[in-house]
């Protein structure tokens, strides 16, 4: 069965400076995504970033950046430039390649970003 | 307007009381899920439904049945509430089994005294 680990429960950053959030799964299938979602206080679970794992270019949105090291089975989250609104619940999700037959999400249990001002 | 909308938003019960959980959705999309967040634990699925006719269990569905009102409703029941379903509730939908990405709801806080 595939799992997923973030093994830092909390983390702090001072804001503008430059934060990493861990995460590494557990899979046998070689066509996979990986996600982070962040969830705010407010709840909502929002996308941040996805990778598809068939891709070797990690993918950036803006100023949060993946380093996917497939043979580690590792996806780590970086953010830069932290800001305020970046603190939030940090979750890494992992979905088996697409036509797989549920879409199933599996969550990691999440990484607390505070920001310090 | 949200895409995926969950109501109530919060919600308090006792015990034994039957509680249903709704989500509506205007992405049209054709599946839907509930999910469950607890501390420490992450979101687990509970049930999935591809299309109205189409619901499976996830991997803690005991205590909990669903129902497909139309592609776009999607409601989560609790037959008979305990205090260990005390738990933040999530919806969320995705397009087909084509597209990875899953759009998720506002969330419901469930307490269950």
């Known amino acids: 069965a595939q799992t997923v680990t973030q093994s830092q429960p909390e983390m702090s950053v001072q804001e503008a400076e430059t934060v990493t959030l861990s995460c590494t799964y557990d899979?046998?299938?070689?066509?996979?995504?990986l996600f982070w979602y962040k969830q705010p206080p407010s709840r909502q679970m929002i996308l941040v970033i996805r990778?598809?794992?068939?891709?070797?270019q990690n993918a950036t949105e803006n100023r949060f950046s993946v380093n996917f090291q497939k043979a580690a089975k590792s996806f780590s989250l970086k953010i830069s430039d932290s800001q305020l609104g970046d603190a939030a619940m940090y979750f890494c999700a992992y979905r088996k390649g697409l036509g797989g037959a549920t879409n199933k999400l599996i969550f990691g249990t999440g990484t607390l970003l505070a920001v310090q001002p | 307007d949200a895409d995926v909308t969950q109501t109530p938003r919060n919600r308090i019960t006792k015990t034994g009381k039957r509680i249903m959980l709704e989500c509506s959705q205007t992405k049209g999309h054709d599946r839907m899920y509930w999910y469950r967040q607890d501390p420490g634990l992450g979101l687990r699925l509970i049930y999935y439904s591809f299309d109205v006719k189409d619901i499976n269990k996830g991997e803690i569905s005991d205590g909990y049945s669903v129902s497909r009102q139309a592609q776009a409703k999607f409601s989560l029941s609790l037959e008979s509430a305990i205090p260990n379903q005390t738990a933040l509730y999530f919806c969320?939908?995705?397009?087909?089994?084509?597209?990875?990405?899953?759009?998720f709801g506002p969330g419901t806080r469930l307490t269950v005294l």
């Open positions: 969320a939908t995705s397009p087909s089994k084509y597209t990875d990405t899953q759009y």
């Open positions: 899979t046998s299938e070689s066509d996979y995504y």
């Open positions: 990778q598809e794992a068939y891709k070797q």
